[in-house]
């Protein structure tokens, strides 16, 4: 238990999806708005990658955690519901996926006030997690998540575990994210206004690198987090390969694979086992 693992798990796996739409390029400039080419860029993810994530997910009795911002929740409120209805926790990122640290607390506030309020509207349930648009968060924003009673954030880098967060409004989890294991690292492209590394890599190197991290974090009991987006990983290959790493993380014995929420609860439930940080 020193892992701060259930019994006989050897690492935890996520897989988290952040459906940005076209919040993303209206954040950046709203001018987008009349560039069809950029705004249909967007739009794959809710309109052609989230289907299927969703029915490879399905058939493959996989749970995962969808960060949404409010405007794509009031875009897409079916696919939004489709989401909760099929068992997967929906989290918080952000209204229109403003960076958090541009924002002053009032605005912040507001800002996750408004996005837990529609998906709470949408699924009868109130989001218990948050993900930092752009994983840029403010002294003040762990208070700002206790206060409101979410159970963790997902935005930070310090560590290999979840752990307890402890702020002023009480005690918040943290599920650490790194670039490593994000997508759009590895498949953001868009040639104007410019996007990404400006190299899209192919599915072998992107599956190459996650599994080697999987590796890591197995073999030192740590919590493997995927970071991606239905614009980039819901494209026909890469859905391929996600499945092919599935496949693999299965292939170990002791993999929990689970959602974000399961693995704060756990460690909020088990607080002495968990890596405290100040």
Request: net charge negative; charged share 25%; proline share 6%.
């Amino acid at each position: 238990m020193k892992s701060g693992l259930p019994a006989g798990m050897r690492c935890a796996a996520v897989l988290s999806f952040d459906v940005d739409g076209e919040s993303g390029m209206l954040q950046a400039d709203p001018k987008n708005k009349d560039r069809m080419s950029v705004m249909s860029w967007a739009r794959y993810g809710p309109k052609t990658g989230m289907p299927r994530i969703l029915d490879m997910l399905k058939a493959k009795e996989v749970k995962a955690t969808f960060f949404v911002p409010g405007y794509t929740a009031e875009l897409y409120p079916d696919l939004i519901k489709r989401i909760a209805e099929e068992g997967h926790e929906l989290g918080a990122h952000g209204y229109l996926h403003e960076p958090v640290s541009t924002l002053d607390p009032i605005e912040e506030e507001v800002a996750l006030v408004k996005t837990c309020t529609i998906l709470e509207q949408i699924t009868g349930r109130k989001p218990v997690g948050y993900r930092a648009p752009l994983w840029e968060v403010n002294p003040g924003s762990a208070a700002l998540l206790a206060r409101h009673g979410l159970l963790y954030d997902s935005s930070l880098m310090d560590d290999d575990k979840p752990y307890i967060l402890p702020t002023e409004a009480g005690n918040l989890v943290e599920v650490p994210v790194h670039w490593t294991n994000d997508d759009w690292e590895q498949f953001a492209f868009l040639y104007e206004p410019p996007m990404g590394s400006g190299v899209i890599e192919t599915c072998e190197k992107a599956f190459q690198l996650w599994r080697e991290e999987f590796d890591g974090m197995y073999r030192y009991g740590g919590a493997f987090v995927l970071t991606m987006h239905p614009e980039l990983i819901g494209r026909p290959a890469r859905v391929m390969m996600l499945e092919r790493l599935i496949d693999y993380m299965r292939s170990h014995a002791g993999v929990w694979l689970t959602t974000c929420e399961e693995i704060a609860s756990y460690c909020a439930a088990n607080q002495t086992v968990a890596s405290t940080k100040a």
